[in-house]
């Protein structure tokens, strides 16, 4: 018996061993939490005694409230005393704890020692793989993840030079990546499963792309496309198609416009496409069903400069993200007649700014050459997006989600630095 005597804390341990103890009372004492399996040792206890103590009914009660509702013993009633919605209630009366108490947060699962400008990935007879393009080795590294090892392995390497993208494309059974370089010419490599390895299927003509920035791969009526943004003068951002025999230069989309990324998007049910420029803002082409060709539509305005275009969906709305170098980067939000802007995001050194979901969970990566990356989360009351976190990648040049079949990562390449895969992880605040 423990009464009355004013304790405001127990330690873990306090009852360590005691299997033969059957009443226990902490009655009219001052506690407002317990910690943790702090009864897991007594065995044999029959009847326990909390009254006369307020508890705070938050997540650090979550494992109480659970241990109340399995226990054979005797307990007396637990009264709250916050959170204000409880207050005066019973712990039983808490209606649910599982979202309050949990949290996420990204820590370093695997860094691999090379630099790297993108990251891209795909499954294959269920397998999960990643294509990282490697301008300084001139490799685009493909990895497996090991299901045993429970990391990211070599699995091929393609040499090239100086590689600034590498895109994988799945057609029916077979996968093709798409390897674009800024000399010497980009290629598709075709896997084959007689030499387990990636070999050359085809070359994409030097007329047309000079100097790549984005590559971009989508369908349309079950047909495979994908476009090359080219960001050099000379330069014509071209779509290709397949043909069932290999990729055709399809259309160019304009000139003279050294075009930094490419996206493709759904909006209203008509397939778009959004290029943005260093010279130009963002333009929207629009499929047309007739000609079956994109056509220009409209453009973002007040938004010169901007390094990528991202799209992303939440509870069925439809936004994008536009990166700034210099200046603020943007989120943007469609509103069925124009995309609006419903956040401005500081973002001077910027150079990618990626949206990526794990289940509920909505983030944005904002990479900086000057200062720390960081990552916002979805605020879904306040319908913005608020600092989560802040990581160290020199340069980073892409942030890329990867899913296995138990767990969620994302790759940080970086431009002068080692590749890191962190790993999306929940925390139980209980």
Known sequence: FIEGNKIETISR???RGLRDLTHLSLANNHLKALPRDVFSDLDSLIELDLRGNKFECDCKAK???????MTNSTVSDVLCIGPAEYQDKKLNDVTSFDYECTTT????????PY???SVDTFNSKNDVFVAIAQPSMENCMVLEWDHIEMNFRSYDNITGQSIVGCKAILVGDQVFVVVAQLFGGSHIYKYDESWTKFVKFQDIEVSRISKPNDIELFEIDSEVFFVIADSSKAGLSTVYKWNNKGFYSYQSLHEWFRDTDAEFLDIDGKSHLILSSRSQVPIILQWNKASKKF?????????????????FRMQDNLYITLTR??????????NSKQFVEIQALPSRGAMTLQPFSFKRNHYLALGSDYTFSQIYQWDGEKKIFRLFKEIYVQAPRSFTAVSTDRRDFFFASSFKGNTQIFEHVII???
């Open 115 to 117: 630099q790297s400008v």
């Open 13 to 15: 341990n306090a009852f």
């Open 63 to 69: 494992w109480l409230f659970l241990w109340l509702k």
């Open 428 to 430: 139980d605040l209980s």
């Open 105 to 112: 947060d990204f820590v370093v699962h695997q860094i691999l």
């Open 325 to 334: 170098f210099i200046g603020d980067s943007r989120v943007m939000k469609w």
């Open 295 to 311: 056509v220009p539509h409209s453009e973002i305005p007040n938004m010169e400069d901007v390094l990528a275009v991202k799209s």
